[in-house]
């Protein structure tokens, strides 16, 4: 069964720095392409960035600029760093397979952007 561990949240002021990390099992990694999602207080679940298996990456137009979705394949991990953080940025982040999200959710790290 697949698991996606998240980590890497926390508080942080506008225009700060944060690097989240979703550690993957269950499944070869490096066949999957990968992506974070969030979901804001009230909000619907939305894509933020994917990478492909190969390395290509795609970013919504809210993050792009800021953020940086990469992946290793030896540690079956992939990471959003995220800068120039804003406060609606707030919201609880998950990885999952991309851009069809077809494992099960994992518990989330929380990121709020605040001062």
């Known amino acids: 069964q697949v698991q996606l561990v998240e980590s890497g949240g926390g508080l942080v002021q506008p225009g700060g720095s944060l690097r989240l990390s979703c550690v993957t099992s269950?499944?070869?990694?490096?066949?999957?392409?990968m992506g974070w999602y969030r979901r804001a207080p009230g909000k619907q679940r939305e894509w933020v960035a994917g990478?492909?298996?190969?390395?290509?990456?795609g970013y919504a137009d809210s993050v792009k600029g800021r953020f940086t979705i990469s992946r290793d394949n030896a540690r079956n991990t992939v990471y959003l760093q995220m800068n120039s953080l804003k406060p609606e940025d707030t919201a609880v982040y998950y990885c999952?397979?991309?851009?069809?999200?077809?494992?099960?959710w994992g518990q989330g790290t929380q990121v709020t952007v605040s001062s």
């Open positions: 269950g499944m070869i990694f490096r066949d999957n392409a």
């Open positions: 999952n397979r991309w851009p069809a999200t077809i494992f099960n």
């Open positions: 990478i492909a298996s190969e390395g290509g990456t």
